[in-house]
């Protein structure tokens, strides 16, 4: 399974993005696919994650309200919409996906993406 991360980019603060990532290379549906960051010299925090039918959603704390995360089955897609954003949200935004469960934590994810940067100027 490759999952391929697109999106990000260097914005002010206040600003948007949405990043996106694509899952391929086998036939199977990931119950579900999240997002977490990683800021240099600092451990990697979740940031969202949906299950496979978009009826359970979970926004890590230091973004609720400013994110939301969604999902496309048919094209094999998790997008993350980052409105307001923050210089604390500049980070390597990496998406995830687990086959029979759902987590907010890091450990709960059997695939993994490459990272995209995500850079928010003050």
């Known amino acids: 399974v490759q999952l391929q991360a697109s999106g990000g980019g260097l914005v002010q603060a206040g600003g948007s993005l949405r990043l996106s990532c694509v899952h391929s290379g086998r036939t199977f549906t990931p119950y579900s696919m999240a997002w977490f960051r990683q800021a240099p010299g600092k451990e990697r925090e979740f940031v969202a994650t949906?299950?496979?039918?978009?009826?359970?959603?979970y926004i890590g704390d230091s973004v609720k309200g400013r994110f939301t995360i969604s999902r496309d089955i048919a094209k094999n897609a998790v997008y993350l919409q980052m409105n307001r954003l923050k210089p604390e949200d500049t980070a390597v935004y990496y998406c995830?996906?687990?086959?029979?469960?759902?987590?907010?934590?890091?450990?709960?994810?059997?695939?993994w993406g490459q990272g995209t940067q995500v850079t928010v100027s003050s």
């Open positions: 995830a996906a687990a086959e029979e469960t759902i987590a907010t934590n890091d450990i709960g994810y059997e695939f």
């Open positions: 949906i299950n496979r039918n978009g009826n359970r959603i």
